[in-house]
């Protein structure tokens, strides 16, 4: 046990979120653990800090019924702690770390997956060309659904695109 509690004092939780790199629910989690930890922590200290001696003589001197106090006294000498096993609660917190490493792990392959789409973006932002430079065979040949959607059009019977005077005014009129 003292091993576990040099342990744990050892963690620096400030630490661990940002070397790990943890964000959203995982850091989340984490936070509301090291909240547990503390005041699990510091309640141990208060209850180490309590008097542990009750003293007797002192009730005796004060009391008139003395068999209350020898009453007390006997449940006080004869009373057992009760013992838990912490079993259940090392498994819900091995399967909440497992959860969260799991949680860890799915957004860090969406984060690098994201990074390498955004890579792939700015490569094509960087090596387009000007969009002056562009024919109409290249854009439609880039966006197919420009194509179809003109078709769609003109095959109504639409020659104007919609929202495009509400968006650059009416030209008729000049």
Same mark, same amino acid.
Request: hydrophobic share 40%; no cysteine; charged share 30%.
């Given at each position: 046990?003292?091993?576990?509690?040099?342990?744990?004092?050892?963690?620096?939780? $400030?630490?661990?979120?940002?070397? +790990?790199?943890?964000?959203?629910?995982? !850091?989340?989690?984490?936070? =509301?653990? &090291?909240?547990? =930890?503390?005041?699990?922590?510091?309640?141990?200290?208060?209850?180490?800090?309590? %008097?542990?001696?009750?003293?007797?003589?002192?009730?005796?001197?004060?009391?008139?019924?003395?068999?209350?106090?020898?009453?007390?006294?006997?449940?006080?000498?004869?009373?057992?702690? !009760?013992?838990?096993?912490?079993?259940?609660?090392?498994?819900?917190?091995?399967?909440?770390?497992?959860?969260?490493?799991? =949680? !860890?792990?799915?957004?860090?392959?969406?984060?690098? +997956?994201? +990074?390498?789409?955004?890579?792939?973006? +700015? &490569? =094509?932002?960087?090596? $387009?060309? %000007?969009?002056?430079?562009?024919?109409?065979?290249?854009?439609?040949?880039?966006?197919?659904?420009?194509?179809?959607?003109?078709?769609?059009?003109?095959?109504?019977?639409?020659?104007?695109? %919609?929202?495009?005077?509400? &968006?650059?005014?009416?030209?008729?009129?000049?």
């Amino acid at each position: 046990m003292a091993v576990g509690r040099s342990a744990a004092l050892k963690i620096d939780w $400030a630490r661990i979120g940002t070397s +790990l790199g943890l964000k959203g629910q995982t !850091a989340t989690a984490l936070q =509301n653990f &090291k909240k547990r =930890n503390d005041d699990a922590r510091r309640k141990l200290q208060v209850l180490a800090d309590a %008097p542990q001696e009750v003293n007797f003589a002192h009730y005796r001197s004060i009391l008139k019924n003395q068999s209350v106090i020898d009453e007390i006294e006997n449940h006080f000498k004869s009373f057992k702690p !009760a013992t838990y096993d912490v079993g259940r609660q090392i498994k819900a917190i091995e399967a909440f770390e497992a959860q969260a490493v799991k =949680n !860890a792990e799915e957004t860090k392959g969406k984060v690098d +997956l994201e +990074l390498q789409d955004l890579e792939k973006t +700015l &490569k =094509n932002i960087e090596e $387009a060309r %000007p969009f002056e430079d562009l024919t109409v065979d290249e854009v439609a040949a880039a966006r197919p659904d420009i194509d179809e959607r003109t078709s769609q059009l003109v095959s109504k019977g639409r020659w104007s695109v %919609p929202g495009y005077k509400e &968006k650059f005014g009416d030209l008729s009129i000049l």
